[in-house]
């Protein structure tokens, strides 16, 4: 595709529920970042996959967050039993290839956990 | 924990003025990279540095990498409305930063008033 792809934009969750939210890079690009970014702030790192390899999910806050990338293109993090401190906006992110290169970002989405 | 930390946090200027922003690493940068993001949007890749003492300019912008590779600075001469964003910089670490993830200070907003 022309850039990168985040779906939803806008996801409200009652505390305690899963969401899933989905991440389609640039096509061919090797790997793929999630990143977490609270209001004001920078982006925090979350987990970086090499193709559908997860090889970095130090960034991941808890075992409620799971990140997979079955075929090494799109991705989904999903969260378990939301809570308040989730609320965020998570970003996607993918490059061309493995190693440092300029990350491409997607819109992010936008999670509000109530 | 690996940091970067970026200085100031907020920057007024007068449309016209210059603007600095200043990105300091607790440990030695393998690379620098600098991501634009506007408000409501996005990171979109700036400018990536390597080399130790690098200068690098894009018509008005122009960035640095410091000879020890610990700190990094942006500067814009001439601020125009269009410059209006947080500027972020994002470091990669020699000794990890999350398997070639960037670790992305806390950003500077710039405000420009007309």
């Known amino acids: 595709g022309a850039g990168v792809s985040q779906s939803p934009r806008y996801k409200v969750a009652k505390r305690g529920q899963d969401v899933a939210l989905r991440c389609d890079p640039i096509?061919?690009?090797?790997?793929l970042f999630w990143y977490q970014q609270a209001l004001g702030q920078g982006p925090e790192f979350l987990t970086y996959f090499q193709n559908e390899a997860q090889l970095d999910k130090s960034g991941l806050p808890s075992d409620r967050f799971f990140a997979e990338r079955p075929e090494g293109s799109v991705s989904t993090l999903k969260i378990q039993r939301t809570q308040q401190e989730d609320s965020a906006v998570y970003l996607c992110?993918?490059?061309?290839?493995?190693?440092?290169?300029?990350?491409?970002f997607g819109s992010g989405t936008q999670l509000s956990v109530l | 924990g690996q940091q970067v930390m970026q200085i100031p946090q907020y920057q007024h200027v007068q449309e016209g003025e210059d603007f600095t922003t200043y990105c300091n690493s607790s440990?030695?940068?393998?690379?620098i990279q600098w991501y634009k993001q506007r408000p409501g949007g996005h990171p979109v890749f700036l400018i990536q540095?390597?080399?130790?003492?690098e200068v690098k300019k894009q018509k008005r912008l122009t960035f640095q990498f410091g000879e020890a590779k610990k700190n990094s600075s942006l500067h814009i001469t001439a601020t125009q409305t269009t410059d209006v964003g947080t500027y972020f910089c994002a470091g990669t670490m020699y000794s990890g930063g999350g398997a070639d993830g960037l670790t992305f200070g806390k950003g500077t907003h710039l405000i420009i008033q007309p």
């Open positions: 440990t030695t940068l393998s690379n």
């Open positions: 096509s061919g690009h090797v790997s």
């Open positions: 540095l390597v080399k130790s003492g």
């Open positions: 992110a993918s490059s061309s290839r493995s190693g440092v290169e300029k990350l491409f």
